[in-house]
């Protein structure tokens, strides 16, 4: 299997003969390790001083140099977010021989050293994987040599792959022997709003390795599949909606899913608190009369999210947060329409004989936003809804 595995990976991976970027004239090269020790690791750092930091995982055929140049002329400006660019062993300036196993821990080591040496926030770190870059991105997101999945901002995948082998046939379901940086079984640990980016005309790696991997996923958000687009021309060709749709998801789209993911584990649990309490009779026990109209409150506050209207954030005392995530659109599939709530829905009579009833709860007519909903899991298999084809 080792010998396998040697072959697999001197077929596998093509570093570019000459390094891109030049260690002491040009861009900020910092050693997220040891230069001394067993694994040096080394990254390229675009600081322009953002809130955001996007740890970019290159694929192959290029290093760090390259990504680096379309960070610092195109991208930090287009989505507001710093770069930080590992470099693999056996690419740029990095020695060392390339091997699945060490690409993994160069990317844990800059993960490591944008939270523990900068001491960034995991929530400001979007993790982003291009081509062969989404093996170590999603072992980064999955947990992978750590003690659990880190709570990251975002995970974004272009071009992802599915495995090694899976490459030229993305239908194989045996696992064989020597086959690397498989996806395909890491993907469902992921525990970060995930936004899957593939050319549908792909000739390198296939649509359907984006595709398959979104239809695993448990956390992903609407992807954008781009028509006419291939391995290499997204950037080059359709730029401004790949730029548009990661942009937008950086900024709203991550923290709506957080939100949604929050408050379905917030009325999960009220759900079944409540079914405790109806078995243990209520009425008389003021701790548990206290805790039923607290559940009541929650449900109440959900038909309120039900109607999506943005003028109801007063009907309820809700952090701006939670409203936040409720009313956000993912992707730029988001259409602003007309909103008129019937007359017995936005008013709520009280009874006039008692007077210690509190004021009817109004809710005012206003605009809403079309509400993102996820895949449905009865959908023959194939099958993707509520994507963003274009």
Same mark, same amino acid.
């Given at each position: 299997?080792?010998?396998?595995?040697?072959?697999?990976?001197?077929?596998?991976?093509?570093?570019?003969?000459?390094?891109?970027?030049?260690?002491?004239?040009?861009?900020?090269?910092?050693?997220?390790?040891?230069?001394?020790?067993?694994?040096?690791?080394?990254?390229?750092?675009?600081?322009?001083?953002?809130?955001?930091?996007?740890?970019?995982?290159?694929?192959?055929?290029?290093?760090?140099?390259?990504?680096?140049?379309?960070?610092?002329?195109?991208?930090?400006?287009?989505?507001?977010?710093?770069?930080?660019?590992?470099?693999?062993?056996?690419?740029?300036?990095?020695?060392?021989?390339?091997?699945?196993?060490?690409?993994?821990?160069?990317?844990?080591?800059?993960?490591?050293?944008?939270?523990?040496?900068?001491?960034?926030?995991?929530?400001?770190?979007?993790?982003?994987?291009?081509?062969?870059?989404?093996?170590?991105?999603?072992?980064?997101?999955?947990?992978?040599?750590?003690?659990?999945?880190?709570?990251?901002?975002?995970?974004?995948?272009?071009?992802?792959?599915?495995?090694?082998?899976?490459?030229?046939?993305?239908?194989?379901?045996?696992?064989?022997?020597?086959?690397?940086?498989?996806?395909?079984?890491?993907?469902?640990?992921?525990?970060?709003?995930?936004?899957?980016?593939?050319?549908?005309?792909?000739?390198?790696?296939?649509?359907?390795?984006?595709?398959?991997?979104?239809?695993?996923?448990?956390?992903?958000?609407?992807?954008?599949?781009?028509?006419?687009?291939?391995?290499?021309?997204?950037?080059?060709?359709?730029?401004?909606?790949?730029?548009?749709?990661?942009?937008?998801?950086?900024?709203?789209?991550?923290?709506?899913?957080?939100?949604?993911?929050?408050? /379905?584990?917030? @009325? %999960?649990?009220?759900? *079944?608190?409540?079914?405790?309490?109806?078995? =243990?009779? +209520? #009425?008389?026990? !003021?701790?548990?009369?206290?805790?039923?109209?607290?559940?009541?409150?929650?449900?109440?506050?959900?038909?309120?999210?039900?109607?999506?209207?943005?003028?109801?954030?007063?009907?309820?005392?809700?952090?701006?947060?939670?409203?936040?995530?409720?009313?956000?659109?993912?992707?730029?599939?988001?259409?602003?329409?007309?909103?008129?709530?019937?007359?017995? /829905?936005?008013? @709520? %009579?009280?009874?006039? *004989?008692?007077?210690?009833?509190?004021?009817? =709860?109004? +809710? #005012?007519?206003? !605009?809403?936003?079309?509400?993102?909903?996820?895949?449905?899991?009865?959908?023959?298999?194939?099958?993707?809804?509520?994507?963003?084809?274009?």
């Amino acid at each position: 299997q080792s010998l396998m595995g040697g072959v697999v990976s001197g077929l596998v991976f093509r570093p570019p003969k000459k390094p891109t970027y030049d260690l002491k004239n040009g861009f900020k090269c910092v050693y997220t390790s040891s230069i001394e020790s067993k694994h040096p690791g080394l990254a390229i750092h675009v600081d322009l001083q953002y809130e955001i930091t996007m740890l970019f995982l290159h694929g192959n055929a290029e290093d760090a140099g390259v990504v680096a140049k379309y960070f610092n002329d195109t991208l930090c400006s287009k989505l507001k977010v710093n770069g930080f660019i590992p470099e693999y062993p056996g690419y740029g300036h990095l020695p060392g021989t390339p091997t699945e196993s060490a690409v993994y821990t160069a990317a844990r080591q800059a993960y490591n050293y944008l939270t523990k040496e900068l001491d960034i926030d995991p929530m400001n770190i979007v993790v982003y994987g291009r081509s062969l870059g989404s093996a170590p991105a999603i072992h980064i997101a999955s947990g992978g040599g750590m003690r659990g999945p880190p709570q990251i901002r975002g995970l974004v995948l272009q071009s992802p792959i599915l495995s090694v082998y899976r490459a030229g046939h993305p239908n194989l379901s045996t696992l064989l022997i020597g086959d690397m940086f498989v996806n395909i079984d890491k993907i469902g640990l992921v525990q970060t709003p995930t936004l899957i980016i593939h050319g549908v005309d792909d000739d390198l790696v296939p649509f359907e390795h984006g595709r398959q991997l979104y239809e695993k996923s448990t956390w992903a958000v609407p992807p954008l599949f781009i028509k006419g687009a291939g391995h290499n021309n997204l950037e080059s060709h359709y730029g401004e909606i790949l730029n548009r749709t990661v942009r937008e998801f950086v900024v709203e789209g991550a923290l709506a899913l957080y939100e949604k993911k929050n408050f /379905e584990a917030m @009325e %999960e649990h009220a759900s *079944s608190k409540l079914v405790k309490m109806r078995g =243990k009779g +209520v #009425k008389g026990n !003021k701790n548990i009369e206290a805790d039923l109209d607290e559940v009541n409150n929650q449900q109440d506050a959900h038909l309120q999210v039900e109607l999506i209207v943005s003028g109801s954030r007063s009907a309820h005392k809700t952090t701006r947060s939670f409203w936040s995530g409720m009313f956000a659109c993912t992707g730029s599939r988001q259409k602003r329409v007309d909103f008129q709530i019937p007359k017995e /829905e936005s008013e @709520e %009579e009280t009874s006039p *004989s008692n007077k210690s009833d509190k004021k009817p =709860k109004k +809710v #005012k007519n206003g !605009k809403c936003y079309r509400k993102w909903t996820p895949r449905n899991p009865e959908e023959p298999k194939g099958v993707i809804s509520e994507v963003l084809l274009v």
